[in-house]
Every structure is written in structure tokens, then in C-alpha cells.
């Protein structure tokens, strides 16, 4: 069972088009990490939300983190080939004292065509 | 900050081989962690230290894998016996201390194949 479950899985739209992508669970978390990927390199950090109901923006990416703290969703306008990669959600929760765990979902992989 | 350093990039080997993945983490961070990504996934997390203890193995790293970060510093994965369903790559990930919204930093991976 995936802790996180990312949707779509794969995504290809066309340069200018607008986008949304998901981060679903059924567990509370204490906060929410996206991370972008591309081929041969390891993940970089987007955004981390932390409050219910919380919207951050990063140029033409809007983050929300669910009321519930569960869900999280990306949303890009006007797409550019720049943003290819595969976009992956992490979810942080308590693994005792102090201590905090990541776990990641599966990605939604974007393609955006020129 | 020089990032996450970590060698080889890419490391092919024959089953029952045994290999050894080293990762350089950005020198102020205390945390250490090491995920596995296969493709179509994102990253499993194997393990992480703060400094040199270890403080959590997943249940994924089997007997064969073993992690130590000697002094709190750098970190090597060791795989022993290496099968074809370890061909993975391997990231490694650092962060300071901030509790649950602290970011990780990842380097570029090690990429094992095992033929």
C-alpha cells in the first residue's frame, strides 16, 4: 500500500497549457515537501507546506496543502519545457522524539512539449 | 556549500559481488540519509544517521546491506552478495537538524547495476 498516492502518473501537455497534479493519503502529516527530478540527478527541493489550508507560491507554481493535512496539490500555469521532470510529493511524520521521517510517493512524470 | 557528493555515479557489477557506495554529505548538516529509487518509483528510504549514530533502518535493507558514517562525516552503503533486484539507483541525502519541515538535500546518486 502507498502511503502517498500521486496522480496523474504521467503527464505530457504542450507549452502555455495549465496543469494541476495531486499528492493524496489517508495519514496526517506534519508537513509536506515537493521535490522536482530530472533524468540522472537526485531530487530538489520545490516548497515545504506546513499548515492546513496553506498556499505557497514559486513563480508559476501554486502549492496547497489540504485542511486535513492529507493532500496537497501543485498547480502550474503556462507551462514551459523548463518544467519537464518528475515531480515527486514527500510527506514528513513522527518516527519518535524528535525525530521525522520522509516518505516519498511515486511521481507524476510532466512532458512539456514546445 | 558544495552540495552532496556522492561516488561512483555509476557502478556495474556481477551477482554475488560485493559493493561499496561512498556519499559526501554538505559539511554543517547532521542528518544523513540514504533512499532507494527504481524506475517508475520515487525514493524508498533505507536508512539515516544524525551524526554517526543510526537511528532507523528500514525493513527493505536486508542483512546483506549494511550502512555506516564513521565520525559523522561521510557515509558508505555496503551491498554484499549483490542480486539482479538490487539494480537500483541509490541517492543519498543530507539535512540539518529543524524537525519535519527541515528539507533534504540530495546528491546525484549512485547508479548499481548487477548482471
Known amino acids: 500500500t502507498q502511503l502517498l498516492e500521486q496522480s496523474p502518473q504521467f503527464l505530457s501537455i504542450q507549452e502555455g497549457e495549465n496543469l494541476t497534479v495531486y499528492c493524496n493519503s489517508s495519514?496526517?502529516?506534519?508537513?509536506l515537501q515537493w521535490y522536482r527530478q530530472e533524468p540522472g540527478e537526485g531530487p530538489v527541493l520545490l516548497v515545504t507546506v506546513v499548515t492546513g489550508g496553506e498556499v505557497k507560491k514559486l513563480k508559476r507554481l501554486t502549492f496547497q496543502f489540504g485542511d486535513a493535512r492529507k493532500d496537497s496539490s501543485l498547480h502550474i500555469t503556462a507551462a514551459q519545457p523548463g518544467d519537464t521532470g518528475l515531480y515527486l510529493c514527500?510527506?514528513?511524520?513522527?518516527?519518535?522524539?524528535?525525530?521525522?521521517?520522509?516518505?516519498f510517493g511515486k511521481g507524476t512524470l510532466l512532458t512539456v512539449n514546445p | 556549500d558544495t552540495g552532496v557528493s556522492q561516488n561512483p555515479r555509476h557502478k556495474i557489477t556481477k551477482r554475488g559481488q560485493n559493493v561499496t557506495f561512498r556519499c559526501d554529505p554538505i559539511?554543517?548538516?547532521?542528518?544523513l540519509y540514504w533512499y532507494r529509487q527504481t524506475l517508475g518509483q520515487g525514493p524508498e528510504f533505507l536508512t539515516y544517521f544524525q551524526n554517526e549514530a543510526q537511528l532507523e533502518k528500514s525493513r527493505l535493507l536486508s542483512d546483506r546491506f549494511s550502512a555506516e558514517r564513521p565520525k559523522g562525516s561521510f557515509s558508505t552503503l555496503e551491498i554484499q552478495r549483490t542480486e539482479q533486484g538490487d539494480s537500483a539507483m541509490y541517492l543519498c541525502?543530507?539535512?540539518?537538524?529543524?524537525?519535519?519541515?527541515?528539507?533534504?538535500?540530495f546528491g546525484n546518486g549512485t547508479r548499481l547495476t548487477v548482471t
Open positions: 541525502a543530507s539535512s540539518s537538524i529543524r524537525g519535519f519541515n527541515s528539507p533534504l538535500h
Open positions: 495519514s496526517v502529516f506534519s508537513s
Open positions: 559539511s554543517e548538516h547532521n542528518r
Open positions: 514527500a510527506g514528513a511524520q513522527n518516527s519518535g522524539g524528535s525525530n521525522y521521517k520522509l516518505t
